[in-house]
């Protein structure tokens, strides 16, 4: 079994930082480095939402449209962990993040987006950003 564990989650205020992290471990769990990673998030009442994705290399990221230039990927895969660093944080961020895995080289526009492309997920965290 493959566990991924978020952590990081909390309350801000809009205009601040946070920086969620994302553990993964398992027996069955292969190289860390075998897959790509995606944050997703999701709000009550509305539908699973693409964050951000990166491949195994760390040369290769993908970011949802409204997160674009707030928000940044990273993976450090000798701790497999990935991270995600969010700034200038906006009452609309409020929601559950959670972190997927997908056993992957590269990662495209094509499949990132869809949860149902991923393999493994996280229980989820949740990010409050108050007004």
């Known amino acids: 079994q493959v566990q991924l564990v978020e952590s990081g989650g909390g309350l801000v205020q809009a205009g601040g930082s946070l920086r969620l992290s994302c553990a993964a471990s398992?027996?069955?769990?292969?190289?860390?480095?075998?897959?790509?990673m995606g944050w997703f998030r999701q709000a009550p009442g509305k539908e699973r939402e693409f964050v951000a994705a990166?491949?195994?290399?760390?040369?290769?990221?993908l970011y949802g449209d409204s997160v674009k230039g707030r928000f940044t990927i990273s993976r450090d895969n000798a701790k497999n962990t990935v991270y995600l660093q969010m700034n200038s944080l906006k009452p609309e961020d409020t929601a559950v993040y959670y972190c997927?895995?997908?056993?992957?080289?590269?990662?495209?526009?094509?499949?990132?987006?869809?949860?149902?492309?991923?393999?493994?997920w996280g229980q989820g965290t949740q990010v409050t950003v108050s007004s």
């Open positions: 990166i491949s195994w290399s760390n040369t290769s990221t």
């Open positions: 997927a895995a997908k056993r992957a080289l590269f990662i495209t526009a094509t499949w990132v987006k869809t949860p149902t492309s991923y393999d493994y």
């Open positions: 398992g027996r069955t769990f292969s190289t860390f480095s075998n897959y790509g």
